[in-house]
């Protein structure tokens, strides 16, 4: 049994490196003392903060506390630095509000390292929360919180198989992703020759992925891939990148960056990158509002009550980016307005065949039905005897001072029994008649 050292050991002392290796040392001079290690280890275990519910040899769920994405047990071997509360980290961050996969106030710290670098936040004890190697980082944004009258960032980092759009491989639970928020400095706070903004720290974990040897960098929004025409009432003159939608009963922020596309910043967030995207498509247009639907190889997704006056930037990023616009694909397909249009014996309608006939895209028609139905609604609310005459146009100038009362003028006209069936209608005796009545 010299050399077996269970998994046990290493967990329960793994924020002292030299009392485990006494542990080690201990179990090599004298294997029949390993048990009785072992069931140490399992009781410090169950009474820290650090244990595990389940069985060491059960799984933890990926993203849980203390483990991180992508291991099982909370334990591997390029995680034993970085969960290890006695590894120094490059950088350190105290006071810095997290939302996700915990909303509580923590340290964040960046390791550099190739081999087991990452982020990880750290509790007011020492002991280490969450975190996730470099290596397991899909994508990091950094993104400006919409509707607040500080100015916010808020850092994204979603993790591999953690995009909440595309499968997880079979047998794995999806990790969360991590969103902590950073606050300008203003006023006092802000130092000399300093930049207040997220650039720093941007820039702080941009040197900790090239030391990780990944091409990755933290992403921002630019007007380039999109800019929403919608002002910012808080802050006048300063340029949105966002797109207000809901999903389901949520609403939310959609992101159209260089990468892709992310919902956030409520659970659960999604991050659609160009590669699974298979189409894009437009639904419900309305005169304000209109639905975004983004189809992935497994799944829709729904972005409902979008401002008709985001459609421009979105369909300029949708062709930039080559997304395809499935908005006149057959199952989309808006009916046309001549639903049984007359045809010659060939079958063409009116002359032409079916392939000769332009499609209007989805959103066009429905800017034209919208027009048109103002213009039938200008015509229903037109009365020719509204110009000059009222509708008790056979009574002369005397027959309103002597109504006086109200009921033959216009100031008694009654608007239910005026307005009818929406036309004017001929005035005769009878109807004068029953006025002077």
């Known amino acids: 049994m010299a050399g077996a050292h269970p998994q046990e050991i290493d967990v329960a002392f793994a924020s002292n490196h030299d009392l485990r290796k006494r542990v080690h040392a201990a179990i090599d001079q004298n294997p029949t003392q390993s048990?009785?290690?072992?069931?140490?280890?399992?009781?410090?275990?169950?009474?820290?903060?650090?244990s595990v519910p389940?069985?060491?040899?059960?799984?933890?769920?990926?993203?849980?506390?203390?483990?991180?994405?992508?291991?099982?047990?909370?334990?591997?071997?390029?995680?034993?630095?970085?969960f290890?509360?006695?590894?120094?980290?490059?950088?350190?961050y105290p006071g810095v509000s997290f939302s996700m996969p915990q909303r509580k106030k923590l340290t964040l710290e960046l390791l550099a390292s190739k081999r087991d670098g990452g982020i990880r936040a750290v509790g007011a004890d020492g002991k280490i929360e969450f975190g996730i190697a470099w290596k397991d980082v899909d994508q990091i944004f950094c993104l400006p919180v919409p509707e607040k009258a500080k100015r916010q960032h808020n850092f994204v980092v979603v993790p591999v198989h953690g995009d909440g759009v595309n499968p997880v491989p079979e047998g794995m639970t999806p990790p969360e992703s991590i969103v902590w928020t950073f606050e300008e400095a203003t006023g006092k706070n802000i130092v000399e020759g300093e930049d207040p903004g997220p650039g720093p720290m941007a820039e702080a974990i941009h040197h900790c992925l090239l030391q990780a040897g990944t091409a990755k960098e933290v992403i921002f929004p630019t007007a380039d891939d999109f800019q929403s025409a919608i002002v910012q009432n808080h802050r006048k003159g300063e340029k949105a990148y966002h797109v207000k939608a809901h999903r389901g009963s949520k609403d939310g922020y959609l992101f159209l960056t260089s990468v892709g596309i992310l919902w956030c910043f409520k659970k659960p967030l999604?991050?659609?990158?160009?590669?699974?995207?298979n189409s894009i498509s437009y639904t419900a247009i309305l005169r304000n509002t209109f639905n975004l639907n983004i189809a992935t190889p497994s799944q829709e997704f729904e972005f409902a009550?979008?401002?008709?006056?985001?459609y421009p930037g979105i369909q300029d990023y949708v062709a930039k980016h080559n997304l395809q616009d499935a908005s006149m694909a057959a199952a989309r397909r808006a009916k046309k307005l001549n639903v049984n249009p007359p045809k010659d014996d060939e079958g063409k309608v009116n002359g032409a065949g079916e392939g000769d006939v332009e499609e209007e895209s989805e959103l066009a028609k429905a800017a034209r039905l919208l027009e048109e139905q103002d213009d039938e609604e200008d015509e229903e609310d037109y009365d020719?005897?509204?110009?000059?005459?009222?509708?008790?146009?056979?009574?002369?100038s005397e027959d309103d001072d002597e109504d006086e009362d109200g009921e033959g003028g216009d100031e008694g006209y009654d608007e239910d029994e005026g307005e009818?069936?929406?036309?004017?209608?001929?005035?005769?005796e009878g109807e004068g008649e029953e006025m002077e009545e």
């Open 54 to 82: 389940e069985p060491i040899s059960k799984k933890r769920k990926l993203g849980e506390p203390h483990a991180p994405n992508g291991t099982a047990n909370g334990v591997t071997s390029d995680a034993d630095i970085l």
């Open 420 to 428: 009818g069936e929406g036309q004017a209608e001929e005035y005769d």
């Open 384 to 396: 020719p005897g509204s110009e000059g005459e009222s509708e008790g146009s056979g009574m002369d």
């Open 305 to 310: 009550m979008i401002d008709q006056a985001d």
């Open 84 to 92: 290890n509360a006695g590894t120094k980290a490059w950088r350190s």
């Open 35 to 50: 048990t009785l290690f072992c069931d140490i280890s399992t009781y410090i275990l169950n009474q820290t903060s650090s």
């Open 270 to 277: 999604a991050y659609f990158d160009f590669s699974s995207i």
